[in-house]
């Protein structure tokens, strides 16, 4: 737990508040996130968005957006983070969009590509992860970390 608890020293100390919108990772960022005692100072909550149908309904992810670049693409990422932040009434905000496998993945966009965001009020920015491909859980908990080491740049 030492990312997660490192994320949380900065959070307390700084008085944020964070929020993240998943989709690869299925609930296992805020999972990781809520393993934390007294989590609840500083974690909003989180908003899986698994199908597309559900980035459109609860994040206000453009269909164009989907359409035109891929579930999995910074842009889609990009808003998942905004509509978190502000939906969740959050500081800071953090999403992924990507592919975890064994299926789904093309030639373009292989299994372990993920596309991850940090937002806050001042700025977002967004990463592209490449993550050898491996099994789904290795994956998932590797996307994790991926997030919480964004969280960690962007909050210095």
Same mark, same amino acid.
């Given at each position: 737990?030492?990312?997660?608890?490192?994320?949380?020293?900065?959070?307390?100390?700084?008085?944020?508040?964070?929020?993240?919108?998943?989709?690869?990772?299925?609930?296992?960022?805020?999972?990781?996130?809520?393993?934390?005692?007294?989590?609840?100072?500083? #974690?909003?909550?989180?908003?899986?968005?698994?199908?597309?149908?559900?980035?459109?309904?609860?994040?206000?992810?453009?269909?164009?957006?989907?359409?035109?670049?891929?579930?999995?693409?910074?842009?889609?990422?990009?808003?998942?983070?905004?509509?978190?932040?502000?939906?969740?009434?959050?500081?800071?905000?953090?999403?992924?969009?990507?592919?975890?496998?064994?299926?789904?993945?093309?030639?373009?966009?292989?299994?372990?590509?993920?596309?991850?965001?940090?937002?806050?009020?001042?700025?977002?920015?967004?990463?592209?992860?490449?993550?050898?491909?491996?099994?789904?859980?290795?994956?998932?908990?590797? #996307?994790?970390?991926?997030?919480?080491?964004?969280?960690?740049?962007?909050?210095?």
């Amino acid at each position: 737990m030492g990312k997660e608890k490192k994320i949380a020293e900065i959070l307390i100390k700084k008085g944020l508040t964070l929020a993240v919108a998943e989709s690869c990772t299925g609930g296992f960022i805020s999972s990781r996130i809520t393993d934390i005692p007294g989590s609840s100072q500083f #974690f909003k909550g989180g908003i899986v968005a698994y199908s597309n149908d559900v980035k459109m309904s609860s994040l206000d992810v453009p269909g164009i957006l989907i359409k035109e670049y891929g579930a999995v693409s910074s842009q889609v990422a990009d808003v998942m983070a905004e509509k978190a932040r502000k939906t969740l009434g959050a500081d800071v905000a953090v999403s992924i969009t990507g592919i975890a496998g064994p299926l789904g993945g093309t030639k373009e966009k292989p299994v372990g590509l993920a596309y991850m965001t940090f937002s806050s009020r001042e700025k977002t920015t967004s990463c592209k992860v490449m993550l050898k491909k491996d099994s789904r859980i290795k994956l998932k908990d590797r #996307f994790a970390n991926a997030v919480f080491d964004l969280i960690i740049d962007n909050m210095k």
